[in-house]
């Protein structure tokens, strides 16, 4: 939602800027450099990046645009389906869970947290390390596999950000390909009087102002949403590396979810109360 309203923030601060000093907006309406900036950013994206990181590209927009952010309530789920699994293994023994984590959506430990069941990338995480957890590892050599996981997944996180933000650093240049050209055409009407010269050179100038707005005021903030997007998605992985560290090394299960808790950004952590309460009506 926010995203939207920035968007229109945008827009309608320029274009109410422009008609308050009498501008003529139907000169702003320029579709062929519109599709020269557009048309000549989207051939780039496809040179650049190969068919996989492409489809990632637009497989992000929609969520960009739908916006939202993780919540206490996100993190109370998670951190309460992490307080049963270590629950259940300390109570049943490790290979209590083994169903649970060969089939977590038919788990009905995992069924009370719908949050990291659709989060693939979060519940392969839990899942794996519990798989090895149940195998046996010395706690040191847990971690190494979570950083080595976890690397990797922000490093590969960070590719499509990175190829919005690139996008957004070329329109300027497009824009200006777009303007150059008009000019030349602008060139070719010498002889058609002052009014034709003036809304050519104007129509022509619209290119480099379209490249230059679309960069920085839709592409370039997209790119950087994604990234605090995916910052907090980090955040929600890196909960569940503390707690299960902190669990592996023989903390009890509610003093291993609050090592996870005090990982979370201030402000979607849940209270030491909200925690403690959500495991007691868990324990009911």
Do not use: W
Request: net charge neutral.
């Amino acid at each position: 939602m926010f995203p939207i309203i920035g968007l229109v923030v945008v827009f309608g601060s320029v274009v109410a800027g422009y008609l308050l000093e009498e501008g003529n907006l139907a000169i702003l309406v320029q579709p062929v450099e519109l599709l020269i900036i557009g048309g000549s950013a989207g051939g780039a994206l496809v040179i650049s990046c190969p068919s996989k990181l492409l489809f990632g590209v637009f497989k992000a927009i929609p969520g960009i645009i739908k916006g939202g952010s993780l919540k206490k309530s996100n993190y109370i789920s998670l951190l309460t389906l992490l307080y049963g699994i270590f629950s259940k293994i300390k109570k049943e023994g490790l290979l209590s869970v083994e169903k649970d984590v060969e089939n977590p959506k038919t788990s009905p430990l995992f069924k009370s947290c719908k949050d990291i069941l659709k989060n693939h990338h979060a519940l392969n995480f839990l899942c794996d390390n519990l798989r090895v957890f149940i195998i046996g590892i010395k706690p040191t050599e847990m971690e190494d596999l979570m950083d080595i996981e976890m690397d990797c997944h922000h490093e590969e996180a960070a590719i499509t950000p990175g190829i919005i933000t690139k996008v957004g650093d070329a329109l300027p240049g497009f824009g200006i390909v777009a303007a150059v050209l008009g000019i030349v055409i602008t060139m070719g009407k010498m002889s058609d009087g002052p009014e034709v010269i003036g809304h050519s050179v104007a129509a022509a100038l619209v290119g480099t102002f379209l490249g230059i707005l679309l960069s920085y005021g839709v592409v370039g903030p997209l790119g950087s949403h994604l990234e605090h997007k995916n910052r907090e998605d980090g955040k929600y992985i890196e909960a569940i590396k503390i707690a299960l560290l902190a669990f592996a090394k023989d903390l009890p299960p509610q003093m291993a979810v609050e090592a996870g808790r005090r990982t979370i950004f201030s402000d979607a952590r849940p209270s030491f109360k909200d925690l403690e309460d959500a495991i007691k009506k868990k324990k009911k």
